[in-house]
T-cell receptor
Framework: GENVEQHPSTLSVQEGDSAVIKCTYS??????FPWYKQELGKGPQLIID?????GEKKDQRIAVTLNKTAKHFSLHITETQPEDSAVYFC??????????????FGQGTTLQVKP | NAGVTQTPKFQVLKTGQSMTLQCAQD?????MYWYRQDPGMGLRLIYY???????DKGEVPNGYNVSRLNKREFSLRLESAAPSQTSVYFC????????????FGPGTRLTVL
């Protein structure tokens, strides 16, 4: 089955710097890759996602890149702010009509943005 | 819309006790999921219900049962709780056909002594 590895487990940056979190997946059939942000005491919330027919997607200060050949994808946060401090999870899934939507998650990255 | 709601927020059980975690969504979503979150292990799928009337095992189903009561509600039952089931449990839902996005509830923190 699918396996997702996420690195680093913790990341500390200065406010204004960029942060990069990387994930690799094992199943070449996976074609949907969401990123979730989890604030303390809350459930994960989708912040951006990408499908395998796209190499990069951007939404304001966050972007995700996907390398299908190497089976890895990354989350990039630019101009980090203290409110970006949270735990970030990557995930992989097979997206297709009638699919089950099962997500396989990475282990999570705790991002700390220092003011 | 309340989105995905879970009850209770916190629970302490003794080994061998049983309990049911409740989940409800008001977004008319077809699919619902139960995950557990443990430190350093991300979220792992316990059970899911792709549509009303169906349930299937995920990655870590042992020790759990589920019921898709209706389209809105999906409950998770621990018949005989064990300390290894100490975790934070999240319910999620998804429209299914239109999008892959899963929406998560606030979680239930369960401690088994």
């Amino acid at each position: 089955g699918e396996n997702v590895e996420q690195h680093p487990s913790t990341l500390s940056v200065q406010e204004g710097d960029s942060a990069v979190i990387k994930c690799t997946y094992s199943d070449s059939a996976s074609n949907y890759f969401p990123w979730y942000k989890q604030e303390l005491g809350k459930g994960p919330q989708l912040i951006i996602d990408i499908r395998s027919n796209v190499g990069e997607k951007k939404d304001q200060r966050i972007a995700v890149t996907l390398n299908k050949t190497a089976k890895h994808f990354s989350l990039h946060i630019t101009e980090t702010q203290p409110e970006d401090s949270a735990v970030y999870f990557c995930a992989a899934s097979m997206s297709a009509a009638g699919n089950t939507g099962k997500l396989i998650f990475g282990q999570g990255t705790t991002l700390q943005v220092k003011p | 819309n309340a989105g995905v709601t879970q009850t209770p927020k916190f629970q302490v059980l003794k080994t061998g006790q049983s309990m049911t975690l409740q989940c409800a969504q008001d977004m008319n979503h077809n699919s619902m999921y139960w995950y557990r979150q443990d430190p350093g292990m991300g979220l792992r799928l316990i059970y899911y219900s792709a549509s009303e009337g169906t349930t299937d095992k995920g990655e870590v189903p042992n020790g759990y049962n589920v019921s898709r009561l209706n389209k809105r509600e999906f409950s998770l039952r621990l018949e005989s709780a064990a300390p290894s089931q100490t975790s934070v449990y999240f319910c999620a839902s998804r429209v299914a056909e239109a999008t892959d996005t899963q929406y998560f509830g606030p979680g239930t923190r369960l401690t088994v002594l």
